[in-house]
């Protein structure tokens, strides 16, 4: 089995961008970016279905994250704008093949399949 990858991290100052990256992230998986902060358990930020119909955020990033696909290249982004430094924190991504090609889910309970993290760092 092919590793997950995120990449994409690094270090930003207040209100910049980032885009993370995961893959390979196939067409028949739903796809979610899970942050975890230090001393803290992981929390869901964002999913996507795998036929891209049903995305949910996260209440603290809607509007600033979105979530996108690039089928063709087995690869789902995360783009990251208006960052804050409370977004600072190492983000996984985590693939799930659910019986429902419609149905996503960002608990973590629900993936056993996991990239290994990325760190973000928003600080001036």
């Known amino acids: 089995e092919v590793q997950l990858q995120a990449s994409g991290g690094g270090l930003v100052q207040p209100g910049g961008s980032l885009r993370l990256s995961c893959a390979p992230a196939t067409s028949d998986v739903a796809v979610a970016w899970f942050r975890q902060f230090p001393g803290k358990e992981r929390e869901g930020v964002v999913c996507i279905s795998s036929n891209d119909e049903t995305i949910k955020y996260r209440d603290s990033v809607k509007g600033r994250f979105t979530i996108s696909t690039h089928n063709n290249e087995n690869t789902v982004w995360l783009q990251m704008n208006s960052l804050d430094p409370e977004d600072t924190a190492v983000y996984y991504c985590?693939?799930?093949?659910?019986?429902?090609?419609?149905?996503?889910?960002?608990?973590?309970?629900?993936?056993?399949?996991w990239g290994q993290g990325t760190q973000v760092t928003v600080s001036s």
């Open positions: 985590a693939v799930r093949r659910f019986g429902r090609t419609s149905y996503c889910s960002y608990d973590s309970r629900d993936y056993f399949r």
